[in-house]
């Protein structure tokens, strides 16, 4: 980390230690540098102005030339970055307002009129991955957007229930279930849990909704993903053995639906992904990350019945056919198509 001070005669470069003192990652300051350098050319080649001389009607007048050849999430993305650039140099006294606060306000007000999801793009994906930094907050995220399950779904997950190529993991992992025997590399869901049932001698809090088992390739993003996990893993008093654990007062229990709720919120809320009032059009949940799992690996497998499957919403027939062939046509289907966080 740097320990040379910027001059605030640089407002960019100046926002930028200030982010590298916070702990974020060169990635998202690179983000960040790549996108208020745009807007500082667009300022000097349209109005002749510096950051610090902006005003509303340019950064109007910026978001707007945007629209033109970029996406709507990645022009909402770039409207974000500004508005913390702008908010971060009006608190600290360097400029005397923020102009993008009517902007992002008006924004807003429009995205509010979207019946439909939240569009996220994977560029916008990577980066909010990049900045989540404990390593069970990474690996609950990096899980639900690789694997698609729902949040339910992931806090059942027991060690029993994963197989990885790694002989110092492996060693930490019980005797997997019968639905993984020559499956290495993967997850299993199981659909025959519910809430208050006892599982591996332990009650459960939560149900699977799938309608059936279904085993889940891992890749080689989320296997070292688990690995940071699995250095930090708190050791357990259930039987049951559950892969991601309460780190905080409640240590060392298993994770509940609200519990990882939080936590996404929480990570979500920074990136301004999350308004409480706002809907699901709005807000990015766990359940987000299953339909961007679904939309992204539909459009580049182009095979519903394999996203079916893997999502266990499927008719026993279909979803039969594909367990079948898992080591084949679903694992080598999967592991080619799976977008990259990293």
Avoid at 76 to 92: E, G, I, K, N, S
Avoid at 125 to 152: E, N, Q, S, Y
Wanted: charged share 30%.
């Amino acid at each position: 980390m740097s320990t040379e001070t910027v001059s605030p005669d640089d407002p960019v470069a100046y926002f930028l230690q200030n982010l590298e003192y916070q702990g974020r990652s060169e990635r998202t300051r690179a983000a960040y540098e790549r996108v208020l350098r745009r807007f500082e050319r667009f300022l000097d080649d349209s109005a002749g102005r510096t950051l610090a001389e902006a005003g509303e009607h340019e950064c109007m007048a910026w978001v707007h030339s945007l629209r033109t050849d970029l996406a709507r999430s990645t022009v909402a993305t770039y409207a974000t970055y500004l508005h913390r650039f702008y908010t971060y140099m009006a608190r600290v006294g360097a400029f005397e307002a923020n102009p993008m606060a009517l902007v992002v306000e008006g924004m807003d007000e429009t995205i509010d009129k979207n019946p439909h999801r939240r569009d996220i793009s994977l560029s916008a994906m990577r980066a909010f991955v990049a900045d989540i930094h404990h390593p069970l907050d990474r690996a609950l995220v990096v899980t639900l957007l690789k694997t698609g399950m729902r949040v339910g779904e992931l806090c059942n997950l027991d060690l029993r229930d994963l197989t990885l190529a790694d002989d110092e993991l492996a060693a930490r992992l019980p005797l997997g279930s019968r639905a993984l025997q020559d499956r290495e590399n993967a997850v299993y869901v199981r659909s025959d849990v519910s809430k208050g049932a006892v599982v591996n001698g332990e009650e459960r809090r939560a149900s699977n909704k799938r309608k059936r088992a279904t085993v889940v390739p891992v890749d080689g993003e989320l296997r070292s993903t688990l690995r940071c996990w699995f250095a930090i893993r708190p050791d357990t008093t259930s039987p049951a053995e559950p892969l991601f654990l309460n780190t905080g007062r409640k240590w060392g229990e298993r994770l509940t639906p609200a519990m990882v709720g939080r936590i996404v919120r929480e990570h979500a809320r920074e990136n301004d992904w999350y308004r409480t009032g706002g809907g699901a059009s709005e807000n990015v949940t766990p359940h987000y990350f299953r339909h961007f799992f679904t939309t992204h690996l539909r459009d580049r497998t182009g095979d519903r019945g394999i996203v079916k499957y893997l999502r266990g919403d499927v008719a026993s027939d279909v979803i039969d056919t594909y367990t079948h062939d898992w080591g084949g046509r679903v694992r080598e289907r999967y592991l080619s198509n799976i977008y990259k966080l990293f």
